[in-house]
């Protein structure tokens, strides 16, 4: 049996009963309709839990990974089948638009797809990179670097990468020091047709996930170098590519090797399906790295903001595989306490006669599970509101709709991939503890869910990266008018929600007043600090909470979007429907029931942390600053 739990009837829950996506369904923006869209995730369900997907889980984790002299990667068996299963079933489509030969899905379903991927094997969703960053160079590059390069990413089965980290840059990008010197311009002596001037690179990149394996014939990496006299920081770097092969025509012929290959593989605490990789370029005299720069704007062109297109879709990923893992482990955990007998209830646990229970009948155990199940669904309606973020932006008639969605939609993803990744690996602790004993062994899936999911909190940008970008860039840019919006947003459902749920729309009355009088006093130290250069260690105080402001803001638009869920969910079970046309009537006023109990537990136990985390702030004195190194 696999070890993957989905919750499809979640995902619908969100995709059509909440935000209704059918709405714009069927549409020319949108052209596959409601029933096609249930239908692609019913089956994409079925291949994910079931067959080499799901079955690779473990294998893959615990055979290791190869590297030959040659810098050529070689993955385990099951993991090479699972990869080779995923592109004959064309499921490497799904996320690509129709005119490069995708299915013409909406972000809310690609993304509820990514959620099911992730769940039956987090690492192995790792590999895909190539139609996205081939879907990447058909917007950024040359029309001859597509041809060359993007279009076989996309239908050749080649692997792809992004290559930013270097062993003393880390977080810091732009302290990069890879060189590119430019050796050619475009012309037919020097790769021409449309490649785009062509450069050699030398340097060394570190954590360079998924970069080799003998399931692709080629690799093409896109590498953030500086060119030679560049200026320094991050508006300095360019974005090249780079390919493990030579590619000599634009059929795909594969070439000699070029100068760029896997020289180290890291030897992790998880994700060991995924090959993490130290790569160098042009370390051999003979064989230089030879890349080409994307869009080949006169020599020029923004490379952080080409990237980061690749980042902020990673960074929305690990956010939905973060929630996938923690609603697998959580489904597992609750398996095992309805078929777990241990122990008398505790009423008659003096009763040396009582029958034994299943544990799911002990109080702190519905206390672990139910803490897993608000939070596992409380980030799926996150990330799904998100996803819906990003389908306005498609939707959008106006260049000033469009960039208004656009900017909601960055403001989410801190707390997609900041709150989600710092609550999974949390809470994957509880999971476990209902197993008891059980659960740190290998005999279940916990334990390797565990360790698959703290790289989450780490890469892409750690939490605390996260916050900063949150408070600094994404609040603090517009003036806090994109957070405004939400706050209104809030509002409304506190004001004219619904009765049934007056207890909890004034817990997140309470909650938003919290959030807003901590961000309060964090801008008004960031103020003081930028007003006079004597106060400016003022700052220090913003830098101590902005990693609780990205958990308060998370919570508090959970906590509203659980309410939003609970009305759904009353309005059903009051009408007497099953409300979704799938599953029997029984099963859904379960379901239901559960859901606004999980709004109710969240209003209860979770939005209170909001008051604590303000008060915090409101106490605050910077003295940590100051304590000598020594003293730590």
């Given at each position: 049996?696999?070890?993957?739990?989905?919750?499809?009837?979640?995902?619908?829950?969100?995709?059509?009963?909440?935000?209704?996506?059918?709405?714009?369904?069927?549409?020319?923006?949108?052209?596959?309709?409601?029933?096609?869209?249930?239908?692609?995730?019913?089956?994409?369900?079925?291949?994910?839990?079931?067959?080499?997907?799901?079955?690779?889980?473990?294998?893959?984790?615990?055979?290791?990974?190869?590297?030959?002299?040659?810098?050529?990667?070689?993955?385990?068996?099951?993991?090479?089948?699972?990869?080779?299963?995923?592109?004959?079933?064309?499921?490497?489509?799904?996320?690509?638009?129709?005119?490069?030969?995708?299915?013409?899905?909406?972000?809310?379903?690609?993304?509820?797809?990514?959620?099911?991927?992730?769940?039956?094997?987090?690492?192995?969703?790792?590999?895909?990179?190539?139609?996205?960053?081939?879907?990447?160079?058909?917007?950024?590059?040359?029309?001859?670097?597509?041809?060359?390069?993007?279009?076989?990413?996309?239908?050749?089965?080649?692997?792809?990468?992004?290559?930013?980290?270097?062993?003393?840059?880390?977080?810091?990008?732009?302290?990069?020091?890879?060189?590119?010197?430019?050796?050619?311009?475009?012309?037919?002596?020097?790769?021409?047709?449309?490649?785009?001037?062509?450069?050699?690179?030398?340097?060394?990149?570190?954590?360079?996930?998924?970069?080799?394996?003998?399931?692709?014939?080629?690799?093409?990496?896109?590498?953030?170098?500086?060119?030679?006299?560049?200026?320094?920081?991050?508006?300095?770097?360019?974005?090249?590519?780079?390919?493990?092969?030579?590619?000599?025509?634009?059929?795909?012929?594969l070439g000699d090797r070029n100068g760029v290959k896997v020289t180290n593989l890291e030897d992790k605490m998880g994700i060991k399906a995924s090959a993490t990789c130290e790569l160098t370029l042009g370390a051999d005299a003979d064989r230089p790295a030879v890349g080409y720069l994307v869009g080949d704007k006169d020599g020029h062109g923004d490379g952080i903001a080409q990237m980061f297109r690749i980042i902020e879709h990673a960074r929305m990923s690990i956010g939905i595989k973060a929630m996938a893992t923690l609603s697998t482990g959580y489904l597992n955990a609750l398996d095992y306490a309805k078929l777990r007998e241990q122990g008398p209830d505790m009423t008659r646990m003096t009763d040396k006669r009582a029958p034994k229970v299943t544990i799911i009948h002990h109080p702190d155990v519905r206390r672990l599970l139910m803490d897993n199940k608000v939070h596992a669904e409380g980030m799926r309606a996150l990330c799904t509101y998100a996803a819906v973020m990003q389908d306005q932006v498609g939707l959008a008639e106006t260049d000033e709709e469009r960039a208004a969605w656009a900017t909601r939609e960055d403001l989410l993803l801190p707390l997609v991939k900041g709150y989600s990744s710092e609550k999974a690996y949390e809470l994957l602790a509880d999971s476990l503890q209902v197993?008891?004993?059980?659960?740190?062994?290998?005999?279940?899936?916990?334990?390797?869910?565990?360790?698959?999911?703290?790289?989450?909190?780490?890469?892409?940008?750690?939490?605390?990266?996260?916050?900063?970008?949150?408070?600094?860039?994404?609040?603090?840019?517009?003036?806090?008018?994109?957070?405004?919006?939400?706050?209104?947003?809030?509002?409304?459902?506190?004001?004219?929600?619904?009765?049934?749920?007056?207890?909890?729309?004034?817990?997140?009355?309470?909650?938003?007043?919290?959030?807003?009088?901590?961000?309060?006093?964090?801008?008004?130290?960031?103020?003081?600090?930028?007003?006079?250069?004597?106060?400016?260690?003022?700052?220090?105080?913003?830098?101590?909470?902005?990693?609780?402001?990205?958990?308060?803001?998370?919570?508090?638009?959970?906590?509203?979007?659980?309410?939003?869920?609970?009305?759904?969910?009353?309005?059903?079970?009051?009408?007497?429907?099953?409300?979704?046309?799938?599953?029997?009537?029984?099963?859904?006023?379960?379901?239901?029931?559960?859901?606004?109990?999980?709004?109710?537990?969240?209003?209860?136990?979770?939005?209170?942390?909001?008051?604590?985390?303000?008060?915090?702030?409101?106490?605050?004195?910077?003295?940590?600053?100051?304590?000598?190194?020594?003293?730590?």
């Amino acid at each position: 049996m696999s070890h993957y739990r989905s919750n499809l009837r979640d995902i619908h829950f969100n995709l059509f009963e909440v935000f209704r996506v059918q709405d714009w369904l069927g549409t020319d923006t949108y052209p596959v309709d409601e029933d096609t869209a249930r239908l692609m995730l019913t089956e994409f369900e079925r291949f994910t839990t079931t067959g080499p997907w799901a079955d690779s889980f473990v294998p893959a984790d615990r055979t290791p990974l190869e590297l030959d002299a040659d810098g050529n990667v070689t993955i385990p068996d099951e993991l090479d089948e699972a990869l080779v299963a995923f592109f004959d079933a064309q499921w490497h489509l799904l996320s690509l638009p129709l005119e490069l030969g995708g299915m013409g899905t909406p972000p809310t379903v690609r993304w509820a797809a990514n959620e099911l991927m992730a769940g039956g094997h987090a690492a192995a969703t790792l590999w895909f990179m190539g139609p996205l960053f081939g879907q990447v160079l058909a917007e950024e590059g040359t029309p001859g670097q597509f041809a060359r390069f993007g279009h076989h990413m996309i239908n050749s089965r080649w692997g792809a990468t992004m290559v930013l980290t270097e062993p003393d840059a880390g977080s810091d990008v732009g302290a990069g020091v890879t060189k590119a010197v430019k050796v050619a311009d475009d012309s037919s002596e020097h790769g021409g047709d449309g490649l785009g001037s062509q450069w050699h690179l030398t340097g060394v990149k570190r954590f360079i996930t998924s970069a080799d394996a003998q399931t692709f014939d080629n690799v093409v990496h896109l590498v953030l170098a500086r060119p030679e006299g560049g200026e320094p920081g991050t508006k300095g770097l360019r974005l090249f590519i780079v390919p493990k092969f030579h590619v000599t025509d634009d059929d795909g012929t594969l070439g000699d090797r070029n100068g760029v290959k896997v020289t180290n593989l890291e030897d992790k605490m998880g994700i060991k399906a995924s090959a993490t990789c130290e790569l160098t370029l042009g370390a051999d005299a003979d064989r230089p790295a030879v890349g080409y720069l994307v869009g080949d704007k006169d020599g020029h062109g923004d490379g952080i903001a080409q990237m980061f297109r690749i980042i902020e879709h990673a960074r929305m990923s690990i956010g939905i595989k973060a929630m996938a893992t923690l609603s697998t482990g959580y489904l597992n955990a609750l398996d095992y306490a309805k078929l777990r007998e241990q122990g008398p209830d505790m009423t008659r646990m003096t009763d040396k006669r009582a029958p034994k229970v299943t544990i799911i009948h002990h109080p702190d155990v519905r206390r672990l599970l139910m803490d897993n199940k608000v939070h596992a669904e409380g980030m799926r309606a996150l990330c799904t509101y998100a996803a819906v973020m990003q389908d306005q932006v498609g939707l959008a008639e106006t260049d000033e709709e469009r960039a208004a969605w656009a900017t909601r939609e960055d403001l989410l993803l801190p707390l997609v991939k900041g709150y989600s990744s710092e609550k999974a690996y949390e809470l994957l602790a509880d999971s476990l503890q209902v197993f008891g004993g059980s659960g740190f062994t290998r005999d279940y899936p916990i334990e390797q869910y565990i360790r698959d999911a703290k790289i989450d909190t780490l890469y892409e940008g750690t939490t605390a990266i996260q916050s900063l970008d949150l408070v600094f860039r994404k609040i603090a840019r517009d003036n806090a008018q994109t957070l405004f919006w939400f706050a209104q947003q809030v509002q409304e459902t506190i004001d004219g929600g619904p009765d049934h749920l007056a207890d909890e729309r004034k817990a997140l009355g309470q909650a938003l007043e919290d959030v807003q009088g901590h961000l309060g006093h964090m801008l008004g130290w960031a103020m003081t600090a930028m007003a006079d250069v004597e106060q400016a260690p003022e700052l220090y105080k913003t830098g101590l909470h902005t990693v609780s402001m990205l958990e308060s803001l998370s919570e508090l638009l959970i906590g509203w979007l659980l309410l939003r869920q609970a009305d759904v969910a009353h309005q059903a079970l009051a009408s007497g429907g099953d409300g979704s046309s799938t599953g029997a009537r029984g099963r859904d006023t379960d379901f239901y029931t559960g859901k606004v109990a999980t709004a109710r537990y969240w209003a209860r136990t979770v939005l209170p942390k909001t008051r604590f985390r303000r008060e915090q702030a409101m106490a605050e004195d910077g003295a940590i600053m100051d304590l000598p190194e020594a003293a730590f």
